[in-house]
């Protein structure tokens, strides 16, 4: 799952429940932000079999063992890459792609659940080597993205397609759209493997969607793109009104293996069989719902637009291609294990020096990260001192638009005296005898700055421990420490507490430091009004 998302996120899934989420998320600031993603118990687990059977489905058609391959638990196409969004807590989807890019030059994604798309866009929206293609509401509506000029950026501009809808189109509306949309993909962008996600809000009767689709009209868009006879992945998706999306699943499921003639649309009998009423068929009708698209030939012009669009890509990018090991790069170069073998080797030590100098050219400021990771950081904004100005810490929240009313919120923000290190070293607030865990999770934090910029992996005395799977203070370091206490304790030792003591002095410390910086910065600008006025 790191293939896409951080390990910080990965580890943050797996250690969370509902009793330590408030501390792990840091007060709410960061990995679950809103209401829409509640910590549950088994989280890690239900991410784990969704991510792995998108995984497992990619392998399988790549390798030519299935032409058509479904996980109905996918489909979670909102999750970014260090932060739950829209109930999507792991983007399976962006992980299968990226199985299917071992093999394939080139990927195309169709998404037709009633919500856009965004997580996977912003995964490849910047790269030509996946086209995604949404057709979605827009509007007032989660997650607030998807215009028709969002077209990608860079190598990947011209790459992404999205279809802006109104409530209440039909089947007819929608078929003359996405028929035309996606032969002129497919004849532009030839691709060698097709994910169709199938999110079932946009059928009728939806309680978040607002599209009035037919179980038959959702799944034509199966059966049109399964024609295609280009390697197939199905997947889940959305659908909050439980009955209809088992209904479209299933029918969907006997349209991929072509009897969708031959199945008996009277329900039969089981122990759920009291939920489908009233009719008791396989069956999702149309409603009354008005069809806004059709006013003023706004779905022509939008179709017309897309066309175009598409019109001016070159054909089919090239790519190419080389073997990509799945194994670590340790296990790929074969190199013994650093735990196992004792002390560093010279190869290792080169490793981790060309690590340590990659990661000095990255800037301090979130500003110098890519283009395609600016949406998606669920980190604060830092700020980069200019010239004639002073530096200013800002702890402003950005807002989230929440999937279940559709209005914005704002982010919770961390207060200015908020202190990680503190957080768990009295005892546990939980009673759950973690106590070692929170410590854990805060000298993980403490090994990040204030205004989270660039995360401090290769800082001195502080390293992965891949059995714990946090940061950790080395021995060595806490041998210095407690050498240099006994020093200024004239070679006494300290007595019991004094590591609690140390850590509140240096809370304190770190306090009093932060004021009168922001005193100092004040009365630079002072001096800069005055200047002016001068």
Not at 103 to 118: E, K, N, S, T, W
Not at 229 to 253: F, S
Not at 329 to 340: C, K, T
């Amino acid at each position: 799952m790191t293939r896409f998302h951080t390990d910080e996120y990965i580890d943050f899934l797996a250690k969370v429940t509902p009793e330590n989420a408030r501390r792990l998320t840091y007060q709410g600031t960061r990995f679950l932000v809103g209401d829409d993603n509640p910590p549950f118990e088994g989280v890690f687990e239900f991410s784990s079999i969704s991510a792995g059977g998108s995984i497992a489905a990619a392998k399988r058609l790549m390798e030519g063992q299935a032409d058509i391959a479904i996980n109905w638990a996918g489909g979670l196409h909102h999750a970014k890459k260090r932060e739950a969004s829209g109930f999507c807590y792991i983007n399976d989807i962006v992980l299968g792609i990226l199985e299917m890019l071992r093999y394939a030059p080139r990927v195309l994604y169709i998404d037709i659940d009633c919500h856009h798309g965004d997580g996977v866009e912003e995964a490849f929206y910047t790269t030509d080597r996946v086209m995604t293609a949404s057709f979605h509401k827009f509007g007032e509506f989660f997650p607030g993205t998807g215009q028709i000029t969002d077209r990608g950026r860079g190598p990947g501009r011209g790459y992404a397609v999205n279809v802006p809808l109104k409530d209440g189109i039909t089947d007819e509306s929608y078929k003359s759209i996405f028929e035309p949309v996606i032969d002129k993909i497919i004849d532009v962008y030839r691709p060698s493997g097709i994910v169709l996600q199938c999110g079932a809000d946009s059928l009728s009767g939806d309680k978040l969607g607002g599209l009035n689709l037919t179980m038959q009209g959702h799944a034509h868009c199966v059966q049109y793109v399964r024609a295609k006879n280009i390697p197939l992945m199905l997947l889940g998706g959305g659908g909050y009104t439980v009955k209809n999306v088992a209904r479209a699943w299933t029918y969907e499921t006997a349209c991929a293996l072509g009897i969708e003639q031959d199945i008996d649309p009277n329900l039969p009998w089981n122990e759920y069989f009291e939920w489908f009423g009233p009719r008791y068929r396989l069956e999702v009708l149309e409603s009354n719902l008005e069809d806004l698209n059709s006013r003023n030939n706004g779905l022509d012009d939008i179709r017309e637009s897309v066309l175009r669009d598409l019109s001016q890509l070159q054909p089919a990018p090239s790519v190419g291609m080389q073997d990509v090991p799945r194994e670590g790069l340790g296990q790929h170069l074969r190199l013994p294990g650093v735990r196992a073998q004792g002390p560093i080797d010279d190869m290792d030590e080169r490793l981790a020096q060309h690590a340590r100098f990659v990661y000095d050219l990255q800037g301090d400021s979130d500003e110098t990260r890519s283009e395609s990771e600016g949406e998606a950081d669920s980190d604060a904004s830092s700020t980069r001192r200019t010239r004639g100005r002073p530096a200013r810490k800002i702890r402003s929240g950005k807002k989230r638009m929440s999937i279940m009313t559709s209005q914005y919120f704002d982010v919770p923000r961390l207060p200015a005296d908020y202190d990680p290190n503190a957080m768990d070293i009295d005892a546990d607030e939980d009673g759950c005898g973690h106590g070692h865990e929170h410590a854990a999770w805060a000298s993980a934090r403490a090994g990040l700055p204030t205004g989270t910029g660039k995360r401090r992996f290769f800082q001195s005395f502080a390293e992965w421990d891949p059995v714990k799977k946090v940061l950790t203070e080395r021995e060595r370091a806490g041998a210095r420490a407690g050498t240099e206490g006994n020093m200024v304790n004239g070679g006494k030792p300290r007595a019991r507490g004094g590591a609690r003591a140390r850590t509140r002095g240096g809370a304190r410390a770190r306090a009093r430091e932060r004021a009168r910086e922001e005193e100092m910065d004040e009365v630079e600008a002072d001096g800069d009004v005055e200047d002016d006025e001068d």
